[in-house]
């Protein structure tokens, strides 16, 4: 058995025999630097809150907030790390669970690009969702709006991912296939967003000058 099918193996396992509390455990690994990929955790937690999943025993509302819960304690736990250790301790500590220099810049400069509101943006973006929280510990970004923006940030990609899985249901795995489309459809999204606001402001604010 490869790598990747024992870790599905695993992750499957342990969402089935823990149910709602192993899915908070498994979000929170993720989001603590662990390589585990929230692209098969909630699509399964999806597929067997759906009538399609033999003996359904979870709630896709409760399967979501578990999931986000789970993303919040597991930032939590990245921000102190980062909090207490420094950069230098991150980074030499960091390596142990996978955290490569490459990782915490390429963190580091979205958080200095935007700020604090790089926590909440960062948590619907491949990759970066998962290290933001180091740069926010290191420059002691306020817990409790860090502790906000990581939570309200990681629910559309909890929902989306739990109700993708909901739909598709046992050919959930292709979200796991095709998960690297599904980060660029989140990216479009995201961007498109983000210049209907910007030109949207601009014009209301052209306006109040006219």
Not at 148 to 164: D, E, K, N, Q, T
Request: proline share 4%; glycine share 10%.
């Amino acid at each position: 058995m490869s790598l990747v099918a024992f870790m599905v193996q695993y992750i499957l396992s342990v969402i089935i025999g823990i149910g709602y509390f192993g899915i908070f455990v498994l979000m929170a690994l993720e989001s603590a630097c662990i390589p585990i990929p929230s692209e098969v955790i909630m699509p399964f937690a999806g597929f067997a809150s759906s009538p399609s999943y033999p003996g359904s025993k979870f709630d896709l509302y409760l399967v979501s907030m578990a999931g986000a819960l789970g993303n919040l304690a597991g930032s939590l736990a990245a921000y102190y790390f980062g909090y207490y250790v420094g950069r230098a301790g991150v980074l030499r500590y960091g390596r142990y669970f996978l955290v490569t220099e490459k990782h915490l810049r390429s963190a580091e400069n979205w958080f200095e690009k935007h700020g604090d509101k790089a926590v909440f943006i960062a948590r619907l973006l491949p990759v970066i969702r998962t290290f933001i929280s180091l740069p926010a510990g290191i420059a002691r970004m306020n817990i409790w709006k860090f502790s906000v923006y990581s939570f309200v940030g990681s629910i559309p990609w909890c929902v989306a991912l739990a109700y993708l899985g909901y739909i598709l249901g046992e050919n959930y795995t292709l979200i796991i296939e095709y998960g690297s489309i599904l980060d660029y459809v989140m990216i479009v999204c995201i961007a498109v967003l983000g210049a209907y606001f910007l030109i949207r402001f601009y014009r209301e604010r052209k306006s109040g000058k006219e």
